[in-house]
């Protein structure tokens, strides 16, 4: 057990006391913060908002971690798992000062601590979970689950770091937190930080008991050894206990986390590296109202949330709210004028050592720009439209491997992928880098190494909220993933979202590097997984995002694939979602075209078109790989059989480009719009993925119902491709059918031409039937002029 | 160990090279399927796809499972997780004969044989990952993690059920595989089935090694210990010791399993029920090429495909794979027609016993309608409407407390939910039944017990895959959530709605109850929360799935609520999306009155609008209960300031019957369109999610840019109900404004309207922030005439 004198116990209890006398006052009072006149109702908020339960033992960590920075200049960051923390975390920075550094309006006295309580769970004032609004923070506490992979995202590639994780008991219940244990499989004691979970088993939900409060010591021990933790516990509801033993166990893990870095970076790793985990069980709502009526409230459920309600019209409560605040002793905590006693503050770090003042959590002042290769160097060369074959993310491969090398001495740069970067076909950056692992290598294994910087686990989730935790501590990083099972993280993503707009708002918190998506394996090319693997709904997630965070491009081609990379690699703040097929294809865009086509966000390919500078009778509109590959074959078809089409094709790579300037920053002006679809020609438009986004990007364009639409409707499923396009009424036949449809004046000629492209459907039919395979016309087609 | 004499498991064993051969002849070969001729280029198929690796180890668990059920008669359903496994299971399927009682054209004969290897991963044929199209499964092998989760789904309330559950070592992963392992905290061994879990550990994923099979055995045994399991280890890589200790261990497990539930059916509990778990540990691709070229592929990631590529074109690779399904001798396997030999086929159980022909796994054999209450009996009752205040919710659970009693015998609905009964205010039913736990019970504990059908976990991923489990298994339930979270499980209600389309297709399977969502605590009402728990993007998910399964339900008020929830509970084969608060809010319609109006879908009205049988100047249309509220209210201002203004107002409750009839069965008719919304007025739509589903459902209606369409657009977080429409600019002053504007007659009295709406939320905006809370004018408006 630790040496602490009773007056150091006592004033580290002191400190706790005033984060939960504002924990408190934050969620009941509007006026009268000191308590310096008795509490009278019109000093209590007209709705009681906020939760009471999970505070005490966030302060209770945060008073503690403080210490053991005081003594170890450690630079510890504070993540907070557990949903609604906010009163307790948000006490800490603003008695540290951060808070009143950031919001000059929230002083440190009795003024700006009135504006503290009132701003709480307010209407223009912050949330009662976390959020980016709170220094310290780069996490929310809204959607649970994520915390530890958030975590662990932070300590890759930050040796100095150690992250203090606190995991509730009640998101320890779900699916992506029960995954993140596993990440110190890939915690490299070498190269990496620390993650110190630390457990804290209050044991109730909103209203139920928790499952891991529910289990003995015996077995979560056994839980978490088998994790490969070493399990600390601190219980206990004694304050002036727990205190001893917390500050006890905190020294100790702290010491064997040094152990196992120190043998490590020597050059001489411990066999095996059971990592601290610290198990904290302590009251739910400690120091709150022990009951009311009889019925017991703290460590119930029944503290989650506002314990005492109806305090403004019941005197009874009122005075027992007064109790309960006064039980702090408020007048031992802060001085007359309301500021924390100055040997109080005296138990904080000072400066950027402030948990609430780490610049790790405001990862954008430690970012460093990526260097990158000069993109164009990889290019595919071409010499006509589509003629020649490539594989887009192959050929990316070389480009990110690059990446790899140039960055070698930041360290800032890591792929998070689900087992498939060679799937992908990324396989180039195992030229220069591994997959990473922890484990036992065995010598069949490929390309595994203790520090590579490609992190393969078969979780979407683990992908997801590593790369988001390694972001937001200012690194960067792409994520390529099966387009289908993205949306595994649809949730995911649309918090970082949020966190970003609200990051937006707040000039303290600097740009990080975007959240890049590279989606391959895409839904068109399942010919060995089928229907499952068939899923394009994340464009849908995404587009609905605030119109300033998210961006997604549908590069047609290798070249526009290189070059919308290197610029969603040199972006910051954004969401980029990138679609990109990795099956030999056809290639359309010499590079300095694929520049202009990427810089304009959509243009007409007039190579593909039938017409001089006339205006077109219809146009065939495409975004997305395999249905370009489609439109310019049907285009190319219409220019055979029907040359007096007059035909234009507009490829749209920038999806946002279509949407109307007032929606989004990339929507093209009308007169683009215009100049390239007309105000009235027939557009048939081919899309990659659901059909209804296109809709929503038009309207309000002239004349939307002119736009017919094709694109996956949830048709085909172990197929070829040229199956796959037919049976979702995407084929270049389709294309070209609906064309001439669309055009009255055709419609002598249209009949005859409709047959030969119904005739060719069913011959494609009866071979595949036959042959298993696509017609050799199909498969082998390529752009003549 | 187990007394099995030599000839028994030569017979096993046999049988499994049976299904071996069967598998590698799937992946490979287009004819000649016994190998009655040396085996030729043309024998094998044009494109190799499919996977191996995984195949072997299945049908080494199914044919001992085989064993088992033939000396116990007992009902074992096989849910297999591991991707790709088609090929072992098939085989199974195949050799027990259901296959071609399903199949008629899939015969037990080489024609028949030559089918079914033809028909695996080719065009029209079956995926490489289980489907719907195979019998005896009720899971998907393409998205990985949920297949434990889906075991206990079936197992619960089915006590004469064994789920034996193949876990694969890729998918054990994934989040919500490893959140599935708590399950057991809630199965009840009185009245629920068994899950023996049985965790391949073959070594790799696609390309690296998967994360537990590195893990010891001791420290798995840990891992295991502390889950709750008691873990039972089979390991080796020769058949003939393997297949011994297998039989053995199986029967190990199934005395344990029978002594736990036998203890609690006799009200005599084991005082610790660890349920056992076996841990198979074998290689990857077993019985497979062993190396090539010198490079290892047996027991390596190199096996996981297609192990053997080019050997259509190489010949020594056609030899090697000659060799490869000879090794399995089909001579001694097969007789000359192609037919497994008597002796192996008596070692498969029998009829409805066949693993492949379970009625559980066909569980619309085995629904039973659920006894409904008169849904009527619980209306809400109105003098007029817009006066009366009402919980949709609250009102519901008194229905749902009913439903529970009225089945109490058979034991077949449960609710699902992430902790939030209460919270969502479904509590009614907490007067009849229990959250369900198998842990300790302390007195503090509410509702809480060990035969509780409220099955409460935070986790979406658990409530989802239980739920979906529950309902393959033909029962019927709910799943409440927070609108926000539940797109954490985008995902899976994808594949859910993919299964139940294929199912569709597929006349053997027959309907089950639908996946039903009762969405609360929804976007407009986070005033305890914001922006994180802010969401609607769920219903932009659904709807994109096939039309034939989806329907999304917008109950503006408590009645509608009661008759569309009774509506889907009786429905089948559907997504069934019912979005309603939990808030009390204003009700509009009396009982017949909903009734009418859900059967049509969406309806005007005549009392909220301002015409007689005129034409309207401009139409208020909605869709969700806030929006309602907004635009009756905005309607009203209109009739008090606007009389002139000819105003009709339109409320959408089936989202779908805004769609046109060709994309959605509720499609509403052009005509009914026509007369609900002219061909030519202004529409302003109120609507509760992202707009854009709105723009798209219209396309292809007359004029669609004269829908004016308000919905979420990403403002607001912690804040009053009012302010949250003001700030997405969807207040019923929004509106009227917007209204007015869009009316050219209008413009003379138009801007002193405008200037009085500005007034208006000018004097909210200083309201609110003096008062923290809503005008009262707003707060307390009420309808009048």
Known sequence: MINLTSLEIDNIHAYWQAANYLAVGQIYLQDNPLLNEPLRPEHIKPRLLGHWGTSPGLS????????????????????????????????????????????????QDERGMRHLFRQFSTPGGIPSHLSADIPGSIHEGGELGYSLVHAFGAAFDNPGLLVACIVGDGEAETGPLEASWKSIAFLNPVRDGAVLPILHLNGYKISGPTVLSRMSDIKLEQLFNGHGYDVLFVEGNNPAVVHRQMAGILDEAYRRIKLIQDHARQGNPLPCNRWPIIILRTPKGWTGPKEWNGIPIEDTFRSHQVPLTGVKEDPKKLKALEDWMLSYRPERLFDKKGKLLPELAALAPEGNKRMSALPYANGGLLLKELHLPEFRKYAVSLTAPGVTEAESTRNLGKYLRDVFSLNQETNNFRLFCPDETTSNRLEAVFEVTNRCSMQTINPA???????????????????????????????????PCYEAFVTIVDSMVSQHAKWLKTAHGLPWRKPVASLNYLLTSHVWRQDNNGYSHQGPGFIDTVVNKKSAVVRIYLPPDANTLLSVMDHCLRSKDYVNVVIAGKQPELQWLTMPEAIDHCALGASEWKWAGNMANEQPDVILGCAGDVPTL???????????????????????????????????????????????????????????????????????????????????????????????VVLNKMSRYHLAMEAVKRVPHMHQQADAFISYCEGKLKEHAAYICANLDDLPEIKNWKWTN
Request: overall charge negative; charged content about 20%.
């Open 630 to 724: 489609e439109a310019v074959a049907a285009a190319w078809i219409l220019k055979q059989y029907m040359p007096e089409l007059k035909v234009r094709l507009v490829n749209v790579m920038d999806l946002m480009s279509l949407s109307p300037v007032a929606y989004h920053p990339h929507g093209m002006s009308d007169e683009l719009f215009n100049t390239l679809f007309t105000n009235t020609a027939p557009v048939i438009f081919a899309f990659h993925g659901y059909v209804r986004i296109i809709h929503d990007l038009i309207h309000g364009r002239p004349d939307p119902a002119r736009f017919h639409v094709r694109g996956y409707m949830e048709e085909g499923t172990t197929t070829t491709p040229f199956d796959m």
């Open 60 to 107: 209770f960590i945060y008073v503690h971690l403080n210490r053991l920075i005081k003594n170890t200049g450690a630079d510890i960051l504070y993540v907070c798992g557990p949903g609604h923390g906010a009163p307790g975390v948000v006490a800490h920075t603003y008695l540290e000062g951060t808070y009143s550094e950031i919001y000059p309006n929230v002083t």
């Open 445 to 479: 294994d490929d390309k595994l190494a203790n520090d590579g910087r490609v992190m393969e686990v078969l979780s979407e989730h683990l992908c997801e909220g590593w790369l988001e935790g390694y972001l937001l501590t200012g690194r960067h990083g792409l994520f």
